[in-house]
């Protein structure tokens, strides 16, 4: 018997909540058994009391506000212990049409991925501006190039998850979830596909991109931090050696003028060929450690799964519906 859990973080929707709902299925082809999970992320309203309304079948409490990328994982770890095979994500404000659900959980019962995302048509969606548009393809760019995957919208929510993907998942950024995920699914080797979905009309303002300019700065910072942590070498070690390569020019150039009787005139060039040369030695010495923290990392991570694996299986269910 196949059980599909549909995941929806959710926090102070108790408006927008009701028409996510409504679409929602009951029934997708190839699965046995539909289910409906809520995770409210210490919501102030009665998101709650409307998800039981709405006849919700498990509504998982957070006891305070922590983050969509915290509320993300303990989603999946809420549909992990209630026997789900796949988990699928969306969003609490109906961005996604929830008819195409069937095309996320294909691949996964075909046996050709373990992660399915669902690709928006983000250059035809009205309510977003250019800037946006230009960091989410900015965002997929770095992701594809950090994990060696070809997802083009990887900042979308709407995604399918295997059971054996989401044990091996773990997100450390606070902010969200979606990128780091599909990075690690391309260092584990975990198949990943990515699926063309529609969208419906803007419901709300994003609770992420709160003005144009915060979301601005925490794109550039969750990029810059993708590549020091999953791309040390291209991060670290390239400037470094492009560091110490224009130092060596500059010393040659100094070299130069000195055996030509000029040396006095260029004293600037020989202070800065050692600066390049120690700035470029010291990002060579951070890639080194960073890759020693990558390899350390990696045995983490195999720990943890299997810490998870054993913990879930145990268990079996969540005896309460609070995290």
Same mark, same amino acid.
Request: charged letters at 25%; aromatic letters at 8%; a neutral charge.
């Given at each position: 018997?196949?059980?599909?859990?549909?995941?929806?973080?959710?926090?102070?929707?108790?408006?927008?909540?009701?028409?996510?709902?409504?679409?929602?299925?009951?029934?997708?082809?190839?699965?046995?058994?539909?289910?409906?999970?809520?995770?409210?992320?210490?919501?102030?309203?009665?998101?709650?009391?409307?998800?039981?309304?709405?006849?919700?079948?498990?509504?998982?409490?957070?006891?305070?506000?922590?983050?969509?990328?915290?509320?993300?994982?303990?989603?999946?770890?809420?549909?992990?212990?209630?026997?789900?095979?796949?988990?699928?994500?969306?969003?609490?404000?109906?961005?996604?049409?929830?008819?195409?659900?069937?095309?996320?959980?294909?691949?996964?019962?075909?046996?050709?991925?373990?992660?399915?995302?669902?690709?928006?048509?983000?250059?035809?969606?009205?309510?977003?501006?250019?800037?946006?548009?230009?960091?989410?393809?900015?965002?997929?760019?770095?992701?594809?190039?950090?994990?060696?995957?070809?997802?083009?919208?990887?900042?979308?929510?709407?995604?399918?998850?295997?059971?054996?993907?989401?044990?091996?998942?773990?997100?450390?950024?606070?902010?969200?979830?979606?990128?780091?995920?599909?990075?690690?699914?391309?260092?584990?080797?975990?198949?990943?596909?990515?699926?063309?979905?529609?969208?419906?009309?803007?419901?709300?303002?994003?609770?992420?991109?709160?003005?144009?300019?915060?979301?601005?700065?925490?794109?550039?910072?969750?990029?810059?931090?993708?590549?020091?942590?999953?791309?040390?070498?291209?991060?670290?070690?390239?400037? +470094?050696?492009?560091?110490?390569? *224009?130092?060596?020019?500059?010393? %040659?150039?100094? $070299?130069? #003028?000195? =055996?030509?009787?000029? /040396? +006095?005139?260029?004293?600037?060039? *020989?202070?800065?060929?050692?600066? %390049?040369?120690? $700035?470029? #030695?010291? =990002?060579?010495?951070? /890639? +080194?450690?960073?890759?020693?923290?990558?390899?350390?990392?990696?045995? %983490?991570?195999?720990?943890?799964?299997?810490?998870?694996?054993?913990?879930?299986?145990?268990?079996?269910?969540?005896?309460?519906?609070?995290?």
């Amino acid at each position: 018997m196949t059980k599909l859990i549909i995941q929806i973080p959710c926090y102070n929707e108790e408006e927008t909540l009701p028409v996510t709902l409504a679409d929602l299925p009951r029934e997708v082809e190839g699965i046995d058994v539909v289910e409906w999970l809520i995770i409210d992320d210490g919501s102030t309203d009665r998101t709650a009391e409307v998800a039981r309304e709405r006849g919700v079948d498990h509504v998982v409490s957070m006891t305070r506000n922590s983050g969509l990328a915290r509320v993300y994982m303990a989603g999946l770890d809420a549909c992990l212990r209630r026997g789900a095979d796949i988990i699928v994500n969306t969003d609490a404000d109906n961005q996604y049409q929830a008819a195409d659900i069937p095309l996320l959980v294909r691949p996964v019962l075909e046996g050709r991925a373990d992660i399915v995302v669902g690709a928006r048509p983000v250059a035809d969606i009205p309510h977003f501006s250019p800037i946006k548009k230009f960091l989410q393809k900015l965002g997929s760019w770095a992701v594809r190039v950090a994990s060696n995957t070809d997802i083009p919208d990887a900042p979308s929510g709407f995604r399918a998850i295997s059971r054996r993907a989401a044990m091996r998942l773990n997100v450390h950024s606070d902010y969200t979830y979606t990128l780091e995920t599909i990075i690690q699914a391309g260092r584990l080797g975990i198949p990943i596909e990515s699926v063309p979905i529609r969208v419906n009309g803007d419901l709300r303002p994003s609770r992420l991109v709160k003005s144009i300019w915060a979301y601005v700065r925490r794109s550039i910072v969750t990029i810059v931090r993708i590549f020091a942590t999953y791309k040390p070498t291209t991060f670290f070690v390239v400037p +470094g050696l492009t560091s110490i390569l *224009l130092g060596t020019i500059t010393g %040659l150039r100094f $070299v130069v #003028f000195y =055996l030509l009787g000029q /040396g +006095g005139g260029h004293v600037q060039s *020989l202070v800065l060929t050692a600066i %390049l040369m120690v $700035v470029g #030695f010291q =990002l060579i010495m951070f /890639g +080194g450690l960073a890759e020693l923290q990558a390899v350390n990392r990696k045995l %983490l991570e195999d720990i943890q799964w299997r810490t998870r694996k054993m913990d879930i299986e145990t268990d079996g269910r969540w005896d309460t519906d609070r995290a």
